[in-house]
């Protein structure tokens, strides 16, 4: 059953943190049902500095197949601000796919993460809608981001693929795009940031970051480990609570006819009152503490899965370090081959001509073509190197670091507004028998 009526608060976007009429700092999920009926947060407020680019929403999850050919497909449906509607049907599959192109387009950039695959239960009701809330919460969060959302080709056009057929052309087209193409896409995208910020003098805020977050993620994994144990131990409980008021109970009925008899029906009042406090904690709603706890939980799991994709995105910043720095070695050797071939190295043999090794002239065209085209690569790997590196120490980690210290925030004071609520629920309970 739902914590504090948590589910029921969400499905109606209250806020757990604002009063009635005023406006919410955070929306709960509509329909965020789990094993454990964790209160799961949706895109808080303190992230949209800016503008949202449009309106998306993932409905009506459709399982079809058999067997092995199984699959559960969603219908998204939304705008661009000031742009044509869009609707389409997409599997797990092609968020995922989504997911991994834009990762790859934008190196050291938190790209919003998404839920994670599960081989067990995957058809069940409560996992499917489980899902659809995080894809939804995935899109949304996209949009939350010009950069990914409209600067870039790749999420307009794959929110307006309703074919197949054109999530196919979408595929080959990414594919394809060279490195320079992604380079000058990613430019445009931050070309503010790239105007105002400066290059970073070393990399020691990377490093500190990688190494930070290298612990932290274990450190917020045996978080959420302890959390959860917190949240089984006051499911018992409250368990244990009920079975003790069904007991009591049954020993006040024992004691009523002898206590009359002795002509002290008075002397049943104390544990008579007892049991009716009991059985009004009791009555209460349901899980209260650990529902409690499970709004911790469900920050600490936001907290990780966005530690994980800044991670994510600062070792993909370092794939394109290594991609640049192999690229450049490769384009060294090709320059020592050509500067042998020009000076009259490497000439084929008769036993070579015989069996077709090229001769110098070729040989030697090829290698200079060889040559300038790694030359070109290494320069444009660089150029998106000094790029992605500058967006990432400028910008990126402070925009994580203030995501991270408001989602803190945001933990602390629902927690601290459930907690009240309980002890003041508590308090009307048992404040009455208190001497």
Request: charged letters at 25%; a negative charge.
């Amino acid at each position: 059953q739902d914590s504090l009526g948590l589910a029921a608060m969400a499905s109606n976007g209250a806020s757990l943190l604002e009063p009635e009429g005023q406006s919410p700092k955070v929306t709960l999920s509509p329909s965020a049902a789990s094993d454990r009926a964790k209160a799961a947060m949706l895109t808080p407020r303190w992230e949209a500095r800016e503008a949202q680019c449009g309106e998306v929403s993932v409905e009506q999850p459709e399982t079809a197949g058999s067997a092995m050919s199984r699959h559960t497909t969603y219908l998204v449906v939304g705008r661009f601000n000031g742009g044509d509607d869009f609707s389409s049907r997409k599997r797990y599959s092609d968020f995922e796919w989504l997911r991994k192109v834009l990762v790859g387009c934008f190196p050291g950039v938190l790209v919003p993460p998404m839920p994670k695959k599960q081989s067990r239960g995957r058809f069940e009701d409560a996992f499917v809608e489980t899902r659809r809330a995080g894809l939804q919460e995935f899109l949304r969060r996209c949009l939350l981001r010009r950069q990914i959302a409209l600067d870039t080709p790749t999420m307009p056009t794959f929110l307006a693929a309703n074919t197949e057929e054109a999530m196919e052309e979408l595929r080959k087209s990414c594919e394809s795009r060279t490195l320079g193409d992604k380079c000058r896409q990613f430019k445009v995208a931050f070309a503010q940031e790239l105007r105002n910020l400066e290059l970073p003098p070393d990399d020691t805020r990377l490093v500190q970051v990688h190494e930070f977050l290298a612990s932290h993620l274990l450190q917020l994994r045996n978080l959420v480990t302890s959390l959860l144990l917190v949240i089984e131990v006051h499911r018992s409980a409250s368990g244990a609570v009920a079975g003790l008021q069904k007991s009591m109970a049954s020993l006040c009925d024992g004691e009523c006819q002898l206590l009359a008899e002795a002509s002290l029906e008075a002397a049943q009042g104390p544990r008579a009152e007892l049991l009716a406090a009991l059985g009004r904690q009791c009555e209460a709603p349901q899980g209260a503490l650990e529902g409690n706890y499970e709004v911790l939980l469900a920050a600490v799991e936001r907290e990780l899965s966005d530690a994980e994709a800044m991670q994510e995105g600062l070792d993909t910043l370092e794939q394109l370090r290594k991609q640049m720095l192999d690229l450049k070695k490769a384009a060294e050797a090709s320059e020592v081959t050509l500067k042998r071939l020009r000076e009259g190295g490497d000439q084929p043999s008769k036993f070579g001509k015989l069996f077709g090794q090229k001769d110098p002239e070729a040989q030697l065209e090829e290698v200079r073509t060889q040559y300038e085209h790694l030359m070109q690569e290494s320069i444009l790997a660089e150029e998106f190197f000094v790029a992605a590196r500058t967006v990432a120490i400028g910008s990126e980690l402070d925009r994580f670091m203030a995501d991270k210290l408001a989602c803190h925030r945001w933990a602390m004071e629902a927690f601290a507004k459930l907690q009240h609520q309980t002890g003041r629920r508590l308090a009307a309970i048992w404040g009455p028998l208190a001497p």
